[in-house]
């Protein structure tokens, strides 16, 4: 049970530190609409866009990889992974919000991209907007885990 307790509190650090960059590419972003025509900034900021968007992505890999070692890994060691989502309907919910983020950090990502190539980024007050959407996910989320309602 040891192991199981591990993983899930790395799985969790994992996550975390994905997460910290789906809130911050997009505010990156909002800057780069904002600083239009300062090719240094925006130089500056295309390089810390390209540098946290290759963190998430490293980041999300492992929190996936912890995550299925959490679901299927009763099935490599019953004795260290217990079986925890069996019946537990929530978990699938759950992971399409965590798609829908994930196609979210993509979109973020091929406008940093858009940006880096001399592309234009929709309007800063849009950018903001944008900006706010991944609360919309992360909170039914944490609630999903929480409450595991079916």
Do not use: C
């Amino acid at each position: 049970m040891a192991a199981y307790f591990w993983t899930k509190t790395f799985h969790l650090v994992f996550v975390i530190a994905w997460m910290a960059t789906v809130f911050y590419l997009p505010r990156i972003l909002v800057n780069l609409a904002e600083t239009r025509g300062q090719a240094d900034v925006q130089a500056r900021l295309v390089l810390m866009g390209r540098r946290l968007y290759g963190f998430g992505h490293s980041m999300f890999g492992i929190a996936v990889v912890l995550g299925l070692l959490l679901w299927l890994g009763h099935k490599l060691s019953p004795e260290l992974w217990p079986d925890i989502v069996a019946g537990m309907k929530w978990m699938h919910a759950k992971l399409t919000l965590v798609a829908a983020l994930l196609a979210y950090f993509i979109v973020a990502g091929r406008w940093l991209k858009r940006a880096a190539a001399g592309g234009t980024l929709p309007s800063p007050t849009t950018m903001r907007w944008f900006n706010e959407l991944p609360l919309l996910a992360l909170v039914p989320i944490i609630w999903l885990v929480l409450a595991k309602p079916f």
